[in-house]
């Protein structure tokens, strides 16, 4: 797996030249680190999956003794590994902006905000993942654009329905600190990216090549 890992990271070298220099121009426009992290993360993700569509390498990866399991978890692995370099260097970039620029009243990112950034990030992995190994990377793009559209039009409605009750579902959610809030998130993430973990696993080893 440490192959396939080290496999999309020497394709996407210059990929990730390009994410540091994005995460430092969010920051430079004093922009959230939850923008800036999720921002890179998508790229990337993206960005693996689609090289590999349109190169074919697939079938190459799969002429070699490798486990189906082991190009997928690769995918999900690397997702977490990326999740945690674009946290560190978007870290690096707030205490060198807030020492050197001044540009932010603390020199660590909120925590809650990190969380948030990672939560967003394997969330989008758990939607991408599955949908690209069944459909393609043609496909993927069209079927992600109706996903976020109709999550859009989901908010509104909700928001729409709780219009009325707004101060019940305030108070609702004021029994909880936002730490709490927080991690109940990031459980509920981890066992959503474990599902499409092992969907994906599933749908790969049914695809022919």
Known sequence: ??????????????????????????????NPPVMAISFAGIIFIS????????????????????????????????????????????TLFQMIFYFILDAYDKPLPNANQL??????????????????YKFGEKYTRIIL???????????????????GNIEVFQLFLNQFTITQLTIAGFAITIIVFIFSWLATIKIYEAKDF
Do not use: C, W
């Open 1 to 30: 797996m440490y192959s396939l890992i080290l496999k999309d990271i020497l394709m996407l070298k210059k990929m990730l030249l390009l994410i540091a220099g994005f995460i430092a121009l969010f920051y430079f426009l004093e």
């Open 47 to 90: 960005s693996t999956g689609s090289f590999e569509d349109r190169s074919n390498s697939h079938i190459m990866l799969n002429s070699l003794p490798i486990h189906r399991k082991s190009i997928i978890s690769s995918k999900y692995v690397g997702a977490i590994l990326f999740g945690i370099f674009a946290t560190v260097l978007a």
């Open 115 to 132: 969380v948030l950034s990672m939560v967003i990030i394997l969330l989008f992995s758990a939607l991408y993942f599955p949908i690209l």
């Open 145 to 163: 654009m109706i996903v976020i559209f109709g999550f859009i039009i989901f908010g509104q409605m909700a928001m729409y329905a709780l219009k």
